[in-house]
């Protein structure tokens, strides 16, 4: 499976932001997604996470009740909607896919990743 990050951008600190990850090959259906963000000088980390049904939904401690991840099997595209954004979200954003398998904190568990989408919250 391809994946194809978008939706990243400058933001001040407290607006929102949406990004998204439209992949391509395999049934999607079929795959965990997941985000991940890479800080300048920081080693890459996750963010949430997403059942292949969509019924279960998981997030980092820094992240949850500010950002909620969903999935749309029929456009075989998964987001991240962001908000409130803060300064120390600031980060490349990563999807990634895995095919066999829940959702894993991990990033060496997972099979396919986009290419990273910036980004960048104002104070």
């Known amino acids: 499976v391809q994946l194809q990050a978008s939706g990243g951008g400058l933001v001040q600190a407290g607006e929102s932001l949406r990004v998204s990850c439209a992949a391509s090959?395999?049934?999607?259906?079929?795959?965990?997604m997941a985000w991940f963000r890479q800080a300048p000088g920081k080693e890459r980390e996750f963010v949430a996470g997403?059942?292949?049904?969509?019924?279960?939904?998981y997030y980092d401690d820094s992240v949850k009740g500010r950002f909620t991840i969903s999935r749309d099997n029929a456009v075989n595209t998964v987001y991240l909607q962001m908000n409130p954004l803060k300064p120390e979200d600031t980060a490349v954003y990563y999807c990634?896919?895995?095919?066999?398998?829940?959702?894993?904190?991990?990033?060496?568990?997972?099979?396919?990743w986009g290419q990273g989408t910036l980004v960048t919250v104002s104070s």
């Open positions: 990634a896919a895995r095919y066999l398998g829940g959702v894993s904190y991990i990033s060496r568990n997972y099979d396919y």
């Open positions: 090959g395999r049934a999607f259906s079929g795959y965990t």
């Open positions: 997403i059942a292949s049904t969509g019924d279960s939904t």
